[in-house]
C-alpha cells in the first residue's frame, strides 16, 4: 500500500493551460460598458484562477476615449465577432522542411510525428508545397521510368543518406541530372550494349565491371556491399569526372531504395493548394473541409507564414470562447455570434432582455443607473482595494450614465459610490463631469455615422424591431448642430442593421430634456402611443427626458404591448 501511494505522489502532474475569459460590453460601447469590463476583469484576475480580459464590441467614444486618457487606462482590445476561429482549433504544430529533403527522409519524418502530411516551406517559412503519405506511394507504386532520378535532379547528398553510403569520388553537394539508373550485373561485354553516357550503374565488386562502366562515361558508380575501391579506379573516375559512391547493401537493396533518394519537391503538391488562415472562422471553412478529401490542411498566419495543420477531426474539439457579459443582456445588442460562445456570468442594470444561454449562469442585475454601482459593491463585498486609476473610471462611467445624477435613473447608491470613488480618484465630480461631456460632444473632426452609432441600441419586441442612438451634451447649440447632420443621415441608416424604425435622442444636459428624432416604420403612431405628441419634420420635444433606458425604451415598450 504504501509502495502505491509513493508511486502516486511521483506520478507527473498533468499541465493545464489557464481557461481564457473575456469581460465584454455590448456593441456601439459607451463609458459604462468599456469601464466597467475593465474593472470587473481586474476583480476576477485578483479572485479567480484563469486569464480574464476586458474587451469591446464595438468603436470607443470620444468620451469614453477622454476618460481612458484621463486616467492612464488602455482601452480595451477590439473583438467584434466572437465565432469560434481556426486559432481556437488544436492546431498540430508540425514542423516545415526543405523542398530538397529525399523521400525516405520524409517518409521517416511522418513516421516519427505520426502524421499524414508534411508541409514544404521556403526560407522564412513561407509554404510551398505539401507530401502525402500518397505522394510517396506513387512514387514506388506508378513510377517505371529508370531516368527519374535524373529527371527529379537527385542531390548526391540524397543519395549517400539513403543508401548509408560514402562518397569515394565527386562531390556530394553535386546533382544527378542526365542518364538513367542501370544494374550492372551481366558481363563486361554485354555492359557496353546498355550502358550509355551519364548514367548512375549500381554494380559489385569487379574491377572489370567498374573499369568498363567508367570507359563507357558512366555519371556515376555505386559499388555494393561495401566492396573496396582500388586506387587505380579512383585515378580514373576522378580523371572521367565519373562520381563513385561505396555503400554496405546489396545490389536488390540498393535497386529498391534508389528512388527514396529523390527531392519531395518532384512530387510535392504545389499548385491550387487549400490553406485556411489563423482568424478565419471555423463555420466558414467546415464546408471546404467536408468537400475536399484532404486529410490535412495549412494553417498560416497574417503574414501568410506557414503555423501548423488540422484536419476534420480537430473541429470537433474546437473550444468555445468563454465570456462574462456586462451592461446588457440583449441578444441584439451583445457582439456578433452571442451563441456561439459560453456565457459565464451577466453584471446589468437594465430590463431582462432576449439573451438565453445553454447553461445556469451567474447573473447579477440591480436596479440602480449604472452597471459600474454595481463593481463598486462588489469591490466592497470582496474586501478589495480599488485602484486609483479604475476608482476614475468607475466614477466618469457613473457620471456618464446618470448624466451627473440628473437622470431618473439615478439613485443614492449612485450617488455614494461617486462621491467615494471621486475620493479615491482624486477629483471632483462637477469639474469632471463638465470637461468629460465637453469632450463627448466635440464635433471636431468626426462623421455623422461615427456620431450616430458611438452609443446605438437595437430593440425588439412583438415582431417590432428597432434602434435608439443618444448623445448628451451641456451645449443646447452643439446639439442644434448635430440635429442639422443626422436628420438626412437617418433615411441611409434605416435598416442596415435590420431595423424598422430608428431615433435618436438629442438630450441637453443642463435643461433636462430631449429633442427626439425619429425615422422610418411607423415611427409617428409609436410616438404618438408612448408620449401623446406628433412628430413635426421628424423630430419632438420631450421635457423632463434624458433616459433612454427608464424613461424612452420603457415607454415604447408600454405602446407596442398595446
Known amino acids: 500500500m504504501s509502495e502505491n501511494r509513493k508511486l502516486q505522489t511521483n506520478a507527473p502532474t498533468p499541465v493545464i493551460a489557464p481557461r481564457k475569459v473575456y469581460v465584454i460590453g455590448h456593441k456601439n460601447p459607451d463609458t459604462d460598458s468599456i469601464c466597467s469590463a475593465i474593472a470587473y476583469a481586474d476583480i476576477k484576475r485578483r479572485t479567480e484562477d484563469g486569464i480574464f480580459e476586458a474587451k469591446r464590441a464595438g468603436q470607443i467614444s470620444q468620451e469614453t476615449q477622454y476618460v481612458l486618457d484621463r486616467f492612464q487606462v488602455d482601452p480595451p482590445g477590439y473583438v467584434p465577432n466572437v465565432a469560434p476561429r481556426v486559432k481556437d482549433m488544436e492546431i498540430r504544430r508540425i514542423p516545415g522542411v526543405s523542398d530538397h529533403i529525399s523521400l525516405k527522409k520524409a517518409w521517416n519524418l511522418m513516421r516519427t510525428q505520426n502524421v499524414n502530411t508534411l508541409p514544404i ?13 500518397s505522394d510517396i506511394a506513387k512514387s514506388y507504386m506508378d513510377v517505371y521510368d529508370n531516368a527519374i532520378l535524373s529527371t527529379a535532379r537527385t542531390q548526391y547528398k540524397n543519395i549517400l543518406e539513403t543508401l548509408d553510403g560514402t562518397m569515394v569520388v565527386g562531390n556530394e553537394h553535386a546533382y544527378f541530372v542526365k542518364g538513367k539508373v542501370v544494374i550492372a550485373a551481366a558481363n563486361p561485354d554485354l555492359m557496353e550494349n546498355y550502358i550509355e553516357e551519364d548514367d548512375l550503374v549500381i554494380l559489385g565488386n569487379r574491377y572489370e565491371s567498374q573499369l568498363c562502366a567508367i570507359e563507357m562515361k558512366a555519371g556515376c558508380i555505386i559499388v555494393c556491399e561495401g566492396a573496396p575501391v582500388s586506387k587505380t579506379i579512383q585515378r580514373l573516375a576522378a580523371e572521367r569526372v565519373c562520381a563513385v559512391i561505396s555503400t554496405p547493401h546489396d545490389t536488390y537493396t540498393v535497386a529498391r531504395l534508389i528512388n527514396q533518394s529523390m527531392p519531395v519537391k518532384f512530387f510535392m503538391k ?37 503555423v501548423g495543420m488540422v484536419s476534420r477531426r480537430n473541429l470537433l474539439g474546437i473550444k468555445r470562447r468563454q465570456l462574462i457579459l456586462v451592461d446588457h443582456n440583449e441578444k441584439s445588442q451583445a457582439v456578433d455570434n452571442i451563441e456561439s460562445a459560453d ?21 447579477r442585475n440591480q436596479p440602480v443607473g449604472c452597471t459600474a454601482t454595481i463593481l463598486y459593491q ?5 474586501k478589495l482595494e480599488i485602484p486609483k486609476n479604475i476608482a476614475g473610471l468607475l466614477c466618469a462611467a457613473i457620471i456618464s450614465d446618470t448624466l451627473m445624477f440628473r437622470s431618473p435613473t439615478c ?22 463631469a463638465t470637461e468629460m461631456f465637453a469632450a463627448g460632444s466635440d464635433l471636431k473632426g468626426r462623421s455623422t455615422e461615427e456620431i450616430f452609432y458611438q452609443d446605438f441600441k437595437k430593440f425588439e419586441l412583438n415582431k ?9 451634451s451641456m451645449n443646447p447649440e452643439e446639439l442644434k448642430e448635430m440635429k442639422k447632420r443626422l436628420l438626412p443621415y437617418m433615411e441611409k441608416a434605416l435598416g442596415a442593421h435590420g431595423e424598422t424604425m ?14 427626439l428624432l425619429c425615422y422610418g416604420g411607423e415611427n409617428v403612431r409609436l410616438v404618438e402611443e408612448a408620449f401623446h405628441q406628433t412628430p413635426v419634420e421628424h423630430s419632438i420635444t420631450l421635457p423632463g427626458v434624458v433616459s433612454r433606458k427608464k424613461q424612452l425604451i420603457p415607454a415604447f415598450m408600454n405602446a407596442l404591448q398595446q
Do not use: W
Not at 439613485?411 to 469632471?432: H, N, P, S, V
Not at 417590432?464 to 448628451?472: D, P, S, T, Y
Not at 430608428?502 to 429633442?515: A, G, N, P, R, V
Open 121 to 133: 516551406v521556403q526560407e522564412g517559412n513561407m509554404l510551398e508545397g505539401l507530401i502525402t503519405i
Open 270 to 306: 504545389s499548385s491550387n493548394l487549400i490553406t485556411f488562415r489563423l482568424d478565419d472562422y471555423t463555420d466558414s471553412i467546415k464546408d471546404v473541409m467536408a468537400k475536399k478529401r484532404h486529410r490535412d490542411f495549412p494553417i498560416l498566419d497574417k503574414n501568410e507564414h506557414y
Open 343 to 363: 456565457i459565464l456570468e451577466i453584471i446589468d442594470h437594465h430590463r431582462l432582455g432576449s439573451l438565453e444561454t445553454m447553461a445556469p449562469v451567474f447573473f
Open 378 to 382: 462588489i469591490y466592497q463585498e470582496r
Open 411 to 432: 439613485t443614492a447608491l449612485d450617488r455614494a459610490a461617486a462621491e467615494r470613488l471621486a475620493e479615491i480618484a482624486g477629483i471632483q465630480c462637477e469639474e469632471f
Open 464 to 472: 417590432a424591431n428597432f434602434g435608439v442612438g443618444q448623445i448628451n
Open 502 to 515: 430608428i431615433f435618436f435622442m438629442l438630450t441637453d444636459i443642463i435643461h433636462q430634456s430631449t429633442e
